[in-house]
């Protein structure tokens, strides 16, 4: 199994824990249309981690909103929990075109490789 340590090296680049009110739009798990309100919780360059009320389908685009500079991004459903956290849902988005800029937040260089 791997260590926390191996799993924060894995990553490209740096997280934030942060509450963003956001828009999306997308497919659900069902066909039908999620459109509303969710939050971001943990933003980073590449993607985020979502809470929602609506269960978006797993490989779907959805459209992210920003609540506050209403910048809109493409992203793409990456990760789907097993069941519902508090009557939410958190679900892991990858941006189709990472922007230092989306969240608001100046994130480190990313670091090259050895």
């Given at each position: 199994?791997?260590?926390?340590?191996?799993?924060?090296?894995?990553?490209?680049?740096?997280?934030?824990?942060?509450?963003?009110?956001?828009?999306?739009?997308?497919?659900?798990?069902?066909?039908?249309?999620?459109?509303?309100?969710?939050?971001?919780?943990?933003?980073s360059r590449y993607g985020a981690l979502l809470r929602t009320t609506a269960l978006p389908k797993?490989?779907?685009?959805?459209?992210?909103?920003?609540?506050?500079?209403?910048?809109?991004?493409?992203?793409?459903?990456?990760?789907?929990?097993?069941?519902?956290?508090?009557?939410?849902?958190d679900v892991g988005v990858e941006a189709g075109n990472p922007r230092e800029d989306f969240w608001?937040?100046?994130?480190?260089?990313?670091?090259?490789?050895?």
């Amino acid at each position: 199994m791997a260590t926390e340590l191996q799993l924060r090296e894995k990553r490209r680049g740096e997280r934030v824990l942060i509450r963003i009110p956001i828009e999306i739009k997308g497919v659900g798990q069902d066909g039908s249309t999620v459109n509303g309100p969710a939050e971001a919780v943990v933003v980073s360059r590449y993607g985020a981690l979502l809470r929602t009320t609506a269960l978006p389908k797993k490989g779907s685009d959805l459209t992210i909103t920003h609540g506050f500079s209403k910048e809109v991004e493409k992203f793409k459903v990456v990760w789907l929990p097993e069941k519902q956290s508090d009557g939410g849902w958190d679900v892991g988005v990858e941006a189709g075109n990472p922007r230092e800029d989306f969240w608001g937040i100046r994130f480190p260089p990313a670091s090259p490789k050895p």
